[in-house]
């Protein structure tokens, strides 16, 4: 089992940043990715960014260039800084940690709230 805590989630006003932080315990040998989810109230939980183990990140369009994703080993942790934040940022960002090429474990989500 993988256990993951994410932290730094707040409300902010559009054009702020913020930079969650996921921190992962357990038996993480064999994981090979961590991502970022998102799900605003209403819809589906949607990706936002994704680094693997060599470091090699990827992003949804929505987030591209003002979004960044990086990880630290050593610490098993995965970031997430969020600039130029929009109103449609606004939900309960997930931490995830990828095993097999598939989205095994989660977070328990901290919300995210950008006002206009």
């Known amino acids: 089992q993988v256990q993951l805590v994410e932290s730094g989630g707040g409300l902010v006003q559009a054009g702020g940043s913020l930079r969650l932080s996921c921190a992962a315990s357990?038996?993480?040998?064999?994981?090979?990715?961590l991502a970022w989810y998102r799900q605003a109230p209403g819809k589906q939980r949607e990706w936002v960014a994704r680094?693997?183990?060599?470091?090699?990140?990827n992003y949804a369009d929505s987030v591209k260039g003002r979004f960044t994703i990086s990880r630290d080993n050593i610490r098993n942790m995965v970031e997430l800084q969020m600039n130029s934040l929009k109103p449609e940022d606004t939900a309960v960002y997930y931490c995830?940690?990828?095993?097999?090429?598939?989205?095994?474990?989660w977070g328990q989500g901290t919300q995210v709230t950008v006002s206009s």
């Open positions: 995830n940690a990828i095993q097999n090429g598939l989205p095994k474990y």
């Open positions: 357990g038996n993480i040998g064999g994981i090979n990715g």
């Open positions: 680094i693997s183990s060599d470091g090699y990140t």
